[in-house]
């Protein structure tokens, strides 16, 4: 009887050990990429006020925990690495801030903080695919529209980073150069 209950006991001990560790949760953040290049296109050659309209992300995105491709059809989400705010309002962002460090002194701007500015071009942004696959490749897929006064142009562009290492860090990293690529492509390609 003794045995049963010190058995119990170190039973009950071990579980309680094993219930009270948890693993804590990682949060990550997008980052602008620095560039040296100001691009010097038809863009400088006039005042451009781009508007960014919302864009839009496939609902497989719309959780705060990072996205990992394990193939064509299986997706995971990573339970303790998570995003630290929602990843269509960090990507907004950063496109934004991308965007604009790369046309100074002319400027994109959110659809929000358009309040009696009238804007030049309208931008529309449709985000495909935002992941990470097993081959350490970071993948972005878009497509997006230009609308001038003259006419409207739609494009659409698969962008591809090595990741470092598997580390989450150099996850995020790599899809921080996705962001700034589809920034230089967009600029760089753009006509009025």
Same mark, same amino acid.
Request: some cysteine.
């Given at each position: 009887?003794?045995?049963?209950?010190?058995?119990?006991?170190?039973?009950?001990?071990?579980?309680?050990?094993?219930?009270?560790?948890?693993?804590?949760?990682?949060?990550?953040?997008?980052?602008? #990429?620095?560039?040296?290049?100001?691009?010097?296109?038809?863009?400088?050659?006039?005042?451009?006020?781009?508007?960014?309209?919302?864009?839009?992300?496939?609902?497989?995105?719309?959780?705060?925990?990072?996205?990992?491709?394990?193939?064509?059809?299986?997706?995971?989400?990573?339970?303790?690495?998570?995003?630290?705010?929602?990843?269509?309002?960090?990507?907004?962002?950063?496109?934004?801030?991308?965007?604009?460090?790369?046309?100074?002194?002319?400027?994109?701007?959110?659809?929000?903080?358009?309040?009696?500015?009238?804007?030049?071009?309208?931008?529309?942004?449709?985000?495909?695919?935002?992941?990470?696959?097993?081959?350490?490749?970071?993948?972005?897929?878009?497509?997006?529209?230009?609308?001038?006064?003259?006419?409207?142009?739609?494009?659409?562009?698969?962008?591809?980073?090595?990741?470092?290492?598997?580390?989450?860090?150099?996850?995020?990293?790599?899809?921080?150069?996705? #962001?700034?690529?589809?920034?230089?492509?967009?600029?760089?390609?753009?006509?009025?």
């Amino acid at each position: 009887m003794k045995f049963k209950k010190t058995h119990l006991l170190i039973s009950l001990f071990f579980f309680a050990i094993a219930c009270s560790s948890t693993v804590k949760t990682s949060f990550y953040q997008l980052q602008t #990429i620095e560039t040296a290049e100001i691009y010097h296109n038809k863009l400088q050659s006039k005042e451009i006020r781009i508007q960014l309209n919302q864009i839009k992300f496939p609902e497989y995105l719309d959780h705060p925990q990072i996205v990992i491709r394990k193939n064509d059809y299986k997706l995971q989400l990573s339970e303790n690495h998570h995003w630290a705010e929602p990843l269509e309002n960090e990507f907004s962002r950063i496109f934004i801030a991308n965007f604009n460090r790369r046309i100074a002194p002319n400027h994109i701007l959110g659809y929000s903080e358009l309040k009696n500015i009238k804007a030049n071009i309208q931008l529309s942004i449709e985000v495909l695919q935002l992941d990470v696959d097993n081959n350490k490749q970071a993948v972005l897929a878009v497509r997006w529209g230009l609308l001038t006064a003259k006419n409207i142009q739609w494009f659409s562009k698969k962008f591809n980073v090595p990741v470092e290492d598997n580390s989450y860090e150099s996850k995020v990293e790599a899809q921080s150069q996705l #962001i700034a690529l589809l920034s230089d492509y967009i600029i760089k390609n753009m006509t009025l």
